[in-house]
């Protein structure tokens, strides 16, 4: 029989029992085989019972410190479902791994320690969840052995956390009293918690509606590659990022904004005359539409147009920290442009999720962006479109995957003045001196210029007051040479040596600029 | 149309992976080890690719130690179907007769298998090569990417690996640098017998059972596949009904006692089964962790 698939991903720190969980879940579901548990049953501590936890700490390094230092995915099935589990570590440095799991979840679930409650990490996580557009939360408040299994206690935090992600945009959010270790609210009732009302965890994850929004949105087609057989088999190959297609459909290739109509759709090997996301297809139209990886087919009726500029949250994951200054590439959906992060407008403090102001991203920040793509992009907000509001960041140089990001606002249209004027400090900062301009004597000018600019410095002779003006406006050093100094700019005296001449430049390079 | 089965999502997103690989790299290749994970791969690709022929080759790293059937059935197949084979052979290790019996699995894997593969993919100057590895096989596939990067001497560091957020995956390398894609990493070893069944792709005949010639060494059912096969003292060749559940070098695989000669019959025996496929790969066994080490090396 068909079943569905579900993909959730676990979060926790390293002693809230997240390993544990996944474990039970794995063991329970009978996903673990007899040669996984013998070996796991071999490690666990002597004579003592099955350390779950065993069962998904993978590498080496991370059993030696043991802790989880990467996104781990586990598979298991019951009759109702298949899953994918993405065990993901929760301490604040791994911020870009839980961000990572969640990216394609539908259901994320948090632990909360019950003798500890809700913890900053707790409301950091959901926060994320929430971020990554996840639709529903599962809040597992575990250890409830350790809690006498207590109502009152559970009530706690259940109200804290009700209150807190009321604000987040889940769709919804489902409580469980659970104790990891001992398999209560697991995959059976537990008879020790009589006053809890709901699932048990395993029954809800087989039972959650799946929410698919990207079925219901416009169809977007990114183009991943052209097809071609014989004189005329021309396909144009993607994977359905949302919406619908159908064979006889009006389609828009964009950018071009040329127009068509489809006229057989192939998915994965069989002829059909509809398909929906997230199906891989092969799509023919009806003319000889120039098509290539990149370009995206829309619904003719409403055609999307390409943001230049968009607002975005950024999910930080890289070591060197982001430099609005550099150019970096931007992958979204198949095409790949550059770009720049023009500013940043504030990251989230990690502590009391507050927005505070901010120069620049590091390593595990969040915070909100304008992001400036020259060529253009067809995006949709992350919150209306999962596929198309999303995009990575990747750095030109290191080539990392530098950044997540989701898209906020399309088109943050520049309103005036929000055009900023560039600064001199700007220019100072591009060009690593400061500008200056200034009147040497005719006969050191050519060795002067020659001299600075083997220093790498960016200099100029030009032929007027005005010009070396100009040029100093522009962030340069502007030499005019002339007999005649006039007080507007300094000068260098004609009866200066070379070496007094350059020492001079030098010294006034160094000298803070004039307000 | 109805909602997708967990097949139709696998299946979609594989074809997804393999055609980014496709579009973004200049010079990919497609391992094929003659297994049941290969043969889904070929199928996932060709349908990719439909109506036209697969992009790029596919490569055998041939150890000269296979089974006698997966050589005849690799040829057939290949030709049956039209796909371009290329075999590499690691024949400075022949030349020095490594093999596994005189020089354990673990040696004898890092030259046959992980240096030939590390030449081929030098020599072949593949800047992307996919394999069939999927994330339940293992501890240590757990946490493998779709695209994995791999440094310029094809090794993997688990710490310099890139995130990976939705379906975007990063396909930018320096030169000499690569990628090993696994368009399986979220299938079962259940969700691949499945697909092979709904497809009706061929497998090799030796995953179905037939009564073989075994030793049982190390409490491993080992098949005497031919003439090269050393027999300890003491062992003895028995007739055994048995089938394989993972495929490689005739020494180094054991089988299993079953009676499943359909793939519906492997399937219902699987999901009854409570052991795990690795089990039966003499080489994961090696020392705890191995996989990992042999992953650091270039082994996929």
Known sequence: MDVDLLRFVVVGSVDDGKSTLIGRLLYEAQALHDDHLSQVKRASKQGGPIDFSLFTDGLKAEREQGITIDVAYRHFATARRRFIVADTPGHVQYTRNMATGASTADVGVILVDARLGVLPQTRRHASLAALLGIPHLAVVINKMDLAAFAEPIYRTFEKELIDFTAKLGFYRVTFFPVSATQGDNVVEKSARTPWFEGKPLLEFLETVEIARPQEAAPLRLPVQTVIRSGLDFRGFAGAIASGSLRVGQQVAVLPSGKKSKVTAIDAAGHQVMEATTPRSVTVQLADQVDVSRGDVLVPLESPTPLSRRLDAMLVWMDETPLDPSREYLVKHTTRTATGRIARVQWKTNHETLEQVPAERLELNDIGRVTLECPRGLLADRYAQNRATGAFIVIDPLSRATAAAGMVVELDAAPQGEQLRPITADEREARLGHRALALSVPPAIAPWLERELFDRGLNVVSVASLAAALACERAGLIALWPTPEPVPAIPAIDAKASRDEALGLVLKLLAAPRKA | ?300
């Open chain 2, 1 to 300: 149309m109805s909602v997708a089965s967990h097949l139709e999502l696998l299946e979609a997103e594989a074809i997804h992976i393999i055609r980014e690989v496709a579009a973004e790299f200049a010079n990919p290749v497609m391992l094929y080890s003659i297994g049941k994970d290969s043969q889904a791969m070929v199928r996932l690709a060709q349908k990719a690719f439909a109506p036209a022929k697969l992009p790029f080759p596919l490569l055998h790293i041939d150890t000269t130690w296979k089974f006698r059937e997966m050589y005849a059935f690799r040829d057939r197949f290949t030709a049956e179907q039209g796909l371009e084979l290329k075999v590499h052979r690691n024949l400075e290790a022949l030349q020095k007769g490594i093999n596994p019996f005189d020089h354990g699995s673990q040696q004898y894997t890092h030259a046959l298998k992980t240096q030939g593969l590390l030449q081929a993919l030098a020599q072949g100057q593949y800047d992307a090569a996919f394999g069939g590895a999927r994330r339940d096989e293992e501890k240590s596939r757990a946490k493998e990417r779709i695209f994995s990067f791999r440094d310029r001497f094809g090794q993997w560091d688990p710490k310099r690996q890139r995130p990976e957020l939705w379906n975007l995956y990063n396909a930018k390398i320096a030169k000499g640098e690569s990628i090993r894609a696994f368009p399986l990493s979220n299938w079962t070893e259940l969700d691949v017998w499945e697909y092979l069944e709904r497809e009706k792709v061929p497998v090799v005949p030796l995953y179905f059972s037939a009564v073989r010639p075994v030793v049982v060494r190390d409490g491993q059912l080992i098949m005497v596949d031919d003439e090269r096969m050393r027999l300890a003292p003491g062992e003895q060749v028995q007739q055994r009904k048995v089938r394989f559940r993972t495929l490689g070098c005739y020494p180094l695989s054991g089988a299993i006692e079953s009676s499943a000669t359909s793939l519906r019959e492997i399937i219902d025996e699987l999901k009854s089964s409570r052991h795990s496929e690795r089990q039966g790969r003499l080489i994961d066994h090696d020392e705890e962790g191995s996989m990992e080490l042999k992953k650091r090396e270039g082994y996929f």
